[in-house]
């Protein structure tokens, strides 16, 4: 299957993610089928859509091309390339991928846009797993380009460049995932920094505050211009060793979730929705957040569609 082959696209799951992933695909022209058993989702799901377009200012006339469906096969009839955002439960994808692979020619690419669970373990047993790919959008998904394409142990690599090809001309960032290993590239480097700032804290040379400070008004402020590896290449790869020399034996490398994260969760300090986590919130102060967040979220958009 190559990229001018596909016209049709099915998009499994119609809820946070999928009704996103149903819009980009929209908006770039495509015939697109939206699945969901769920029919209170599947019926809320092209007023979200609509609802997308107007964020950007963009007439809503592509959701003619936009059918929901409750029945599986009917969803597939005539999709090229699928895309399954539904429940991340290993036994529900492996469901899903058994009736997707007996509805649509072995030509169709199916790709799972799952968080962490490996493509291969998904793949095993359907038939012709060389066209299932990981496509890992982030949340969400119309904000943020970034789609790790991930290569499963039996991924074809002609289905890999074909995903990337494509979803780079409908305006997303695609990169590609040469393992299929826990958190692609994305979360690991996430949850990497997380280890250190939550050992930071638990071991008292801060607070929580000042670890999001630090990195808001500090390195974070050029992460979205200057990634990690062009910043080491910057400050020169000599200076970077010297440092590292200092720094590494210091960092924390622990391979358990951390105590402190144990003891929140135990006592139910579950972050904005409890009031605490390893801050403390009110439904105000929680509600800016997400407010600076998305107002944010929506510029960079907005400047990246001009
Ligand atoms: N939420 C995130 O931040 C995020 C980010 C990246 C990836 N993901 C991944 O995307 C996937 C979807 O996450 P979400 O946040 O959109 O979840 P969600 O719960 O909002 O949506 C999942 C949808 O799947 C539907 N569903 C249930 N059973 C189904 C079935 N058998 N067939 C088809 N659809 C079914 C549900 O009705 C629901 O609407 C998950 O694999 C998740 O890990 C989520």
Redesign the pocket.
């Known amino acids: 299957m190559t990229m001018s082959n596909i016209q049709n696209v099915t998009v499994?799951?119609?809820?946070?993610?999928?009704h996103g992933i149903a819009q980009i695909f929209l908006a770039a022209g495509y015939q697109v089928s939206l699945?969901?058993?769920?029919e209170d989702?599947l019926s809320q799901a092209p007023t979200k859509i609509a609802e997308i377009f107007q964020l950007f200012g963009l007439p809503s006339d592509a959701l003619t091309r936009l059918s929901t469906f409750t029945d599986?096969a009917q969803s597939v009839a005539n999709a090229d390339l699928v895309i399954?955002?539904?429940?991340?439960k290993l036994a529900?994808?492996r469901?899903?991928f058994n009736e997707l692979a007996k509805h649509t020619s072995k030509d169709c690419i199916l790709a799972?846009?799952?968080?962490?669970?490996p493509i291969s373990d998904i793949a095993q047993g359907i038939s012709h797993p060389e066209r299932i790919v990981g496509a890992?959008?982030?949340?969400p998904p119309h904000l943020v380009r970034l789609v790790e394409v991930v290569q499963g142990e039996q991924s074809s690599l002609a289905v890999i460049a074909t995903c990337i090809e494509l979803l780079n001309s409908v305006g997303m960032k695609s990169v590609h995932v040469k393992r299929d290993i826990p958190g692609f590239i994305g979360n690991r480097l996430q949850h990497a920094m997380k280890r250190e700032a939550i050992a930071l804290v638990s071991a008292g040379v801060c607070d929580a505050e000042t670890i999001d400070d630090v990195v808001k008004h500090g390195f974070g402020q050029r992460l979205a211009v200057l990634g990690p590896l062009e910043q080491s290449d910057l400050v020169g790869l000599d200076l970077t060793l010297d440092i590292y020399k200092t720094l590494f034996p210091t960092l924390d490398n622990t391979s358990q979730p951390p105590a402190l994260l144990e003891d929140n969760v135990a006592n139910g300090r579950l972050g904005m929705k409890t009031g605490q986590g390893f801050r403390q919130w009110t439904p105000q102060s929680a509600e800016q957040v997400k407010q600076n967040l998305r107002n944010f979220l929506v510029e960079k958009a907005k400047q990246q569609l001009s």
Do not use: Q, R, Y
């Open positions: 499994v799951g119609a809820g946070l993610m999928g699945l969901d058993p769920n989702v599986l399954e955002a539904g429940p991340e529900v994808k469901s899903i799972t846009n799952t968080s962490a669970i890992h959008f982030w949340n």
